[in-house]
Antibody, heavy 124, light 108 residues
Framework: QVQLQESGPGLLKPSETLSLTCTVS????????WSWIRQPAGKGLEWIGR???????NYNPSLKSRMTMSVDTSENQFSLNLNSVTAADTAVYYC??????????????????WGQGTLVTVSS | EIVMTQSPATLSVSPGERATLSCRAS??????LAWYQQKPGQAPRLLIY???TRATGIPARFSGSGSGTEFTLTISSLQSEDFAVYYC??????????FGQGTKVEVK
């Protein structure tokens, strides 16, 4: 059974860069898409972006200008960088595996495995 | 971007009763819809994908239906462990994948 674990700093100052890593165990990172999803306290879920083992990415247009994702298949890890953070980026950040299928528009997926989440707070 | 709207925001149900949760998409998402359950302090858990297919290990009391823009999650007989927040997610039109705002199922 695949397990995901987020890691990274929990406290950032405004304008700094958020850097998180998700380590995948119990399965290979090569055969799936992998996503980041965030949730501000007491609020709903926001999909941030996803990456495939080849490095192919899809980003949420609302965050695209500030973010990059990368993958390290040798370490079974993928990462998120989000720059110029503000208080609005304060949230629990989850990494997740995307199960799904290919159709004519690309890979369509749901999130079948999740990390436990890590709280990132942006405060001066 | 497809907007997902869930109703009601809060559903008060007694244990053993049926719960019916709704999710509406701003445009058709075919049957590319998933449901998740989230308990306080935990990550969401996948319940349903393809609008009606239960994920591995999900009890049969959870069922999903609908297609196009209207979807329903039904919990046939609520157990104590089912009181939680439920989210729908569309994966038909991207980017981005989008979630509903959630329905909280609470004890009546």
């Amino acid at each position: 059974q695949v397990q995901l674990q987020e890691s990274g700093p929990g406290l950032l100052k405004p304008s700094e860069t958020l850097s998180l890593t998700c380590t995948v165990s119990g399965g290979s990172i090569r055969r799936y898409y992998w996503s980041w999803i965030r949730q501000p306290a007491g609020k709903g879920l926001e999909w941030i972006g996803r990456i495939y083992a080849t490095g192919s990415t899809n980003y949420n247009p609302s965050l695209k200008s500030r973010m990059t994702m990368s993958v390290d298949t040798s370490e079974n890890q993928f990462s998120l960088n989000l720059n110029s953070v503000t208080a609005a980026d304060t949230a629990v950040y989850y990494c997740a595996r995307e199960g799904g299928y290919y159709d004519t528009t690309g890979y369509l997926g749901w999130f079948d495995s999740w990390g436990q989440g890590t709280l990132v707070t942006v405060s001066s | 971007e497809i907007v997902m709207t869930q109703s009601p925001a809060t559903l008060s149900v007694s244990p053993g009763e049926r719960a019916t949760l709704s999710c509406r998409a701003s445009q058709s998402v075919s049957n590319n819809l998933a449901w998740y359950q989230q308990k306080p302090g935990q990550a969401p858990r996948l319940l349903i994908y393809g609008a009606s297919t239960r994920a591995t290990g999900i009890p049969a009391r959870f069922s999903g239906s609908g297609s196009g823009t209207e979807f329903t999650l039904t919990i046939s007989s609520l157990q104590s462990e089912d009181f939680a927040v439920y989210y729908c997610q569309q994966y038909d039109n991207w980017p981005p994948w989008t979630f509903g705002q959630g329905t909280k199922v609470e004890v009546k």
